[in-house]
């Protein structure tokens, strides 16, 4: 990806695969089981997970969006066991999948938001 591209708002990919995670984490517990607490869990950081997203494709040049995602992430990773929900399998997976993947993304995009930080100041 170009430089150009990386500054352009609404064009990066791993932004876009936050948003994405974010939504599914919002919608799993309407295909599985969970409590109280699981569900809230999920809804809350999901969406935190989404906004940060749309943030960063918005904002692109944001380099503390991506370290944002980062620490979402991180939350949603442990979230089963903080949470008390680490034995209903489904849930507890989905957050450990998407928490993982939302870190992963997070630190894949660091280095085009830190060049789209760069190139805007350069203006």
């Known amino acids: 990806m170009s430089e150009m591209q ?7 990919p791993f932004d876009w695969a ?9 919608l799993s517990p ?6 109280d607490a699981a569900m809230w869990t999920m809804i809350v950081l999901g969406a935190l997970i989404a ?3 749309l943030v960063s494709l ?3 040049g944001l380099v503390a969006g991506e370290a ?3 620490v979402l992430g ?5 979230s089963p066991w903080v949470m008390s929900y680490a034995d209903m399998t489904g849930i507890a997976w989905s957050s450990w999948i998407i928490g993982a993947l939302t870190v992963v993304a997070g ?3 660091l280095p085009m938001a830190q060049a789209a930080h760069r190139m805007a100041g350069s203006h």
């Open 6 to 12: 990386q500054a352009r708002p609404w064009t990066r």
């Open 107 to 109: 630190a894949a995009a």
């Open 30 to 35: 309407l295909w599985m089981a969970t409590d």
């Open 74 to 78: 991180a939350l949603m990773f442990i």
């Open 58 to 60: 918005a904002r692109p």
């Open 68 to 70: 944002v995602q980062i």
């Open 18 to 26: 936050e948003v994405v995670l974010g939504v599914v984490a919002i």
């Open 51 to 53: 906004l940060d997203g």
